[in-house]
């Protein structure tokens, strides 16, 4: 039985919420008011959000994405949220969570299906212990494999999109197959379009030594605890690496003596500068996102290099990209 709780009280809303409503009670899926970004993201920061909606199949999935397109209604996908800032105003869209969409990895051969909402860092051990190899740099990453998927996650050598056979997908209410040869796999950025919903892949691995694979697994490991900071409220590395530069963005901002740099409750980690870390039970997007503009500036100013972010800013009086899908005669609905 879908979980549906007390409706925005904004009149604007009430033609959305009532959509909103129907569609999550006609699927049987949980829909959720009163959730805030700060609990759904690993920064732990950010506003609230009118709806999330977790579906727990894929076909479920792809028919709710299809059903708030045609009502009007603006949503975005999220993981767990370990690659996004979302602004400290009030996001009027729905936010489609894929973290119930986790079953068991089928396995077959060389090749492993799973599921959007499924854990990375899970999925690296399930893979090493079957003896499969290909992923096992990507062990420390966390989030799921959706959000790998979106932006080709990579670490140590590895990217999910190297080893991915094909690629469900949310089109006109279905489950559609995409040949992984299809999808550009760039750094950190993919040619899926703006508000389509990946629902699950299948990864072509190799085989090999199962405790060859765990060594490396741990090798890559050992790298990440040396060099980043753990424990902390981040989203990995908040900037890309120059295109053409052989030195990383961390490096660039640490010679700027930037470590340690604070704006209210954000913070450059003092063990890794291009991680932004933020602190306490009150702590801001807008610190966070102050603090990420002013290493913008001065690497700029100082190294005449412009820094593209890594982590997704999501501001709340931006539309969501599924408003794209909305048909035109429905579009003055959309937030
Ligand atoms: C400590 C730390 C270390 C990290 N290290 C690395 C690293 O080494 N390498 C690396 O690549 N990243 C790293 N990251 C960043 C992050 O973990 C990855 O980008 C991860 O793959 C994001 O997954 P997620 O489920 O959290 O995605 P989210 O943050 O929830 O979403 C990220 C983007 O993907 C989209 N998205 C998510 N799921 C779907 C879906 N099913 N369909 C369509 N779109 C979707 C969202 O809309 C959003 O645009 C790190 C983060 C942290 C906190």
Partial sequence: MPIVMESNPEPQFKVRDEAVERIAERLGVRAERGRRFAELTSLRVGGAVDWVISPDTEEKAAAVVYELDQAGVAWRPLGSGSNVLADDGAHHYVILSLKDLKGEPLFDGDLVSIS????????????ARKGLSGIEGLGGIPGTVGGALWMNAGAYGHEIGTVTETVRTARGGRVVEVPGSDVQWNYRHTSFREGELLLGATLRLQPDDAEKIRARMEEAKDRRMA??????????????????????TGKIIDDLGMKGTRRGSALVSPVHANFIVTEGENASAADAIALAEEIRERVKREQGIDLEYEVELWRANEPAPSAENVPDNQKEQQS
């Fill in 227 to 248: 060099s980043q900071p753990h424990g902390s409220r981040s989203a990995g590395c908040f900037f890309k690496n120059p295109p053409a530069g052989k030195v990383g």
């Fill in 116 to 127: 959007a909402g499924y854990s990375l860092p899970r999925l690296c051990i399930d893979v």
